[in-house]
Each structure stands twice: as C-alpha cells, then as structure tokens.
Nanobody
C-alpha cells in the first residue's frame, strides 16, 4: 500500500496548514490511520490517529486544541488540519496506516505497518 502525503511547507508562527494523505489502492482498508512527526535529531512522535470504519480519534497533548485529524473513507484519505502553528511544530510529518489492527487508533508507531514518505513542515518566527 502506497501512502502519499501532501500539504507541507513553510509557514509563519500562528499560521495554518492542512496535510493530506491518500492511497490509490482500490481495495484499501485499515483499522486506523495516523499522523506522526519527527524533528531533526529527535525520535518520531505520535501526533494524531483516527479509527477506520469506526468513530473515534486521539490527539497528542502537545497539539490538542490546535490540530485536528479527519478522514474521508470514500476517498481513502486522511487529513491533518494544523492551526496556530509554532516553531516547535517544525518536523517531517508522516502518514501511517494500521491494516492488521488494532481498532483503537493507536499511539505507538509499531502498530502501523504502512508509512508515507513524509512531508516537511517548517514554522518560522
């Protein structure tokens, strides 16, 4: 399964970006879709996840109230709306799919078995 992200870029602090992730795989199905990010010199961290074919999502405390994850299952797409961006949000953002479980929109990267190539988000002062 190939996941393709888009929507990254350079934005000033306080600005907004919307990331998109989709697959062209016609038989795609998953248990959950998630967004992770990795800043330079740091470990990959969970940002948000949404259940597939179910209702429910999770968001990291560090972005809660600023970032919102959403999905369009008909388009096989997941989105990350990022508002009030801060310089410490600067990172490469990765989309991921959990196609073998679990259902609970997991926060752990090891629960996801497919990953996109990443899209750079840079927030300047």
């Amino acid at each position: 399964v190939e996941l393709v992200e888009s929507g990254g870029g350079l934005v000033q602090a306080g600005g907004s970006l919307r990331l998109s992730c989709s697959t062209s795989e016609p038989t795609f199905s998953a248990y959950a879709m998630g967004w992770f990010r990795q800043a330079a010199g740091k470990e990959r961290e969970f940002v948000a996840a949404v259940r597939w074919r179910r209702i429910g999502s999770k968001t990291a405390d560090s972005v809660k109230g600023r970032f919102t994850i959403s999905k369009d299952e008909a388009k096989r797409a997941v989105y990350l709306q990022m508002n009030n961006l801060r310089p410490d949000d600067t990172a490469v953002y990765y989309c991921a799919a959990a196609t073998k479980g679990p259902w609970n929109a997991p926060r752990a990267a090891f629960d996801y078995n497919y990953w996109g190539q990443g899209t750079q988000v840079t927030v300047s002062l």
